[in-house]
């Protein structure tokens, strides 16, 4: 059974920065697609973004130029690192893998983590 757990979110001023963390346990993580997805209140869960197996990366348009999206598989974890943080970021962030279909700008997701909770003040 795979489990991802987060770490890293919190309160940060706007133009701020913050690196999220997650460990992942339970499966082949290199061989596995990664991604960050978000959710912010009333509103839909959202791809951020994705980094496959071979580090190919893809990114939500709003995140392009701010946010980073890295792995070691050595140490299992995948990295969110976000920069420039504007109050619209603050959601809810959590650790997913699963399949990405490019063509489609679409994740399957098959596992998610806990979440982790990032605030941005304006």
């Known amino acids: 059974q795979v489990q991802l757990v987060e770490s890293g979110g919190g309160l940060v001023q706007a133009g701020g920065s913050l690196r999220l963390s997650c460990v992942a346990s339970?499966?082949?993580?290199?061989?596995?697609?990664m991604g960050w997805h978000r959710q912010a209140p009333g509103k839909q869960r959202e791809l951020v973004a994705a980094i496959s197996s071979g580090g190919v990366t893809n990114y939500e348009d709003s995140v392009k130029g701010r946010f980073t999206i890295s792995r070691d598989n050595a140490k299992n974890t995948v990295y969110l690192q976000m920069n420039t943080l504007k109050p619209e970021d603050t959601a809810v962030y959590y650790c997913?893998?699963?399949?990405?279909?490019?063509?489609?700008?679409?994740?399957?997701?098959?596992?998610w983590g806990q979440g982790t909770q990032v605030t941005v003040s304006s």
């Open positions: 339970g499966s082949t993580f290199s061989h596995n697609t």
């Open positions: 997913s893998q699963g399949t990405y279909y490019s063509a489609a700008d679409y994740f399957r997701v098959s596992s």
